[in-house]
T-cell receptor, first 115, second 112 residues
Framework: EPEVTQTPSHQVTQMGQEVILRCVPI?????FYWYRQILGQKVEFLVS????????KSEIFDDRFSVERPDGSNFTLKIRSTKLEDSAMYFC?????????????FGPGTRLTVL | QKEVEQNSGPLSVPEGAIASLNCTYS??????FFWYRQYSGKSPELIMF????GDKEDGRFTAQLNKASQYVSLLIRDSQPSDSATYLC????????????FGAGTRLAVHP
């Protein structure tokens, strides 16, 4: 069964550094998403991406964050000048289309720890 | 008012019983509703979705939607210890707004 994959599973970085989180969405999916979950809190939407453009972003997704689809398979989230409060699980998700009936499938997540 | 509300639990049920999980949402324009299961330290795993008023059954799971009351629920029949997890309710507005808005989740504990 196709699945979303993410690397690395755990990333540790120093405050102020840049990190890149990588995702490989399900191959026939066209819509891609990043969510985050701070420990003990709810899952929060960061950004959605379609046709090489951001479709929607939340207020969390400030100018330190960027997304890119550098090739036909990878989807990346870059965080510049990391802060302690960026420490969270970051989940990539993908879906076939954007109909309200369509479902998003989540990857296993990357745990980001900012020291 | 929170966009999606769930009781945090824990909801404790004996093995074999029916577990009932509830969720309310604030945006009347919401069009589709999803239940995800999340084990500790893992990612959300889709259980089922519903977008029409009424009941939708899938195996041991039944989702119920009442848009007038802005209420969605998940029933788990014949609960098993392996069902012990946090159940996340998520809502999508639709109309080009694809983001899922999650509740904080209800922790379910099924004891033998």
């Amino acid at each position: 069964e196709p699945e979303v994959t993410q690397t690395p599973s755990h990333q540790v970085t120093q405050m102020g550094q840049e990190v890149i989180l990588r995702c490989v969405p399900i191959s026939n999916h066209l819509y891609f998403y990043w969510y985050r979950q701070i420990l003990g809190q709810k899952v929060e939407f960061l950004v959605s991406f379609y046709n090489n453009e951001i479709s929607e972003k939340s207020e969390i997704f400030d100018d330190r964050f960027s997304v890119e689809r550098p090739d036909g398979s990878n989807f990346t989230l870059k965080i510049r000048s990391t802060k302690l409060e960026d420490s969270a699980m970051y989940f990539c998700a993908s879906s076939v289309d954007d109909r309200y009936t369509d479902t998003q499938y989540f990857g296993p997540g990357t745990r980001l720890t900012v020291l | 008012q929170k966009e999606v509300e769930q009781n945090s639990g824990p909801l404790s049920v004996p093995e074999g019983a029916i577990a009932s999980l509830n969720c309310t949402y604030s945006d009347r324009g919401s069009q589709s509703f999803f239940w995800y299961r999340q084990y500790s330290g893992k990612s959300p795993e889709l259980i089922m979705f519903i977008y029409s008023n009424g009941d939708k059954e899938d195996g041991r799971f039944t989702a119920q939607l009442n848009k007038a009351s802005q209420y969605v629920s998940l029933l788990i029949r014949d609960s098993q210890p392996s069902d012990s997890a946090t159940y996340l309710c998520a809502v999508k507005k639709g109309g080009g707004y694809n983001k899922l808005i999650f509740g904080a989740g209800t922790r379910l504990a099924v004891h033998p």
